[in-house]
């Protein structure tokens, strides 16, 4: 029997995942990122970039999500900025 097969790990949420995810779609639907091309892969490829600049926030029950919302407050601007930067990356180097 695997490790893995004695413990749920899809329990484990990532938070900032989330957060990217939706920062990802409020600045999608601005304006100015109106001519982005949104195929499948420059959406992943946009979330993977800004994921890998903020920092993971882990959780696995209510008490965790409850920490999730100060993690919010907290790294909301370093969220939007990473999301910002990362549409730009891909604007300048879309995928194939």
Same mark, same amino acid.
């Given at each position: 029997m695997a490790?893995g *097969?004695?413990y749920? /790990?899809e +329990?484990?949420?990532?938070e $900032?995942e989330h957060? @990217?995810?939706?920062?990802l779609?409020r600045?999608?639907?601005?304006?100015?990122n109106?001519?982005?091309?949104?195929?499948?892969?420059?959406?992943? *490829?946009?979330?993977? /970039?800004? +994921?890998?600049a903020?920092? $993971?926030?882990?959780? @696995?029950?209510l008490?965790?999500?409850l920490y999730a919302e100060e993690?919010d407050r907290?790294?909301g601007e370093t969220?939007?900025?990473?999301v910002?930067r990362?549409?730009?990356?891909?604007r300048?180097n879309?995928? $194939?």
């Amino acid at each position: 029997m695997a490790f893995g *097969d004695d413990y749920d /790990f899809e +329990l484990l949420v990532n938070e $900032a995942e989330h957060m @990217v995810v939706e920062e990802l779609e409020r600045q999608l639907e601005q304006p100015e990122n109106r001519d982005l091309r949104r195929s499948h892969d420059a959406v992943l *490829d946009i979330a993977a /970039f800004a +994921l890998n600049a903020v920092p $993971a926030s882990y959780r @696995v029950n209510l008490m965790g999500r409850l920490y999730a919302e100060e993690l919010d407050r907290k790294h909301g601007e370093t969220v939007r900025t990473a999301v910002a930067r990362a549409i730009e990356v891909v604007r300048a180097n879309p995928p $194939a």
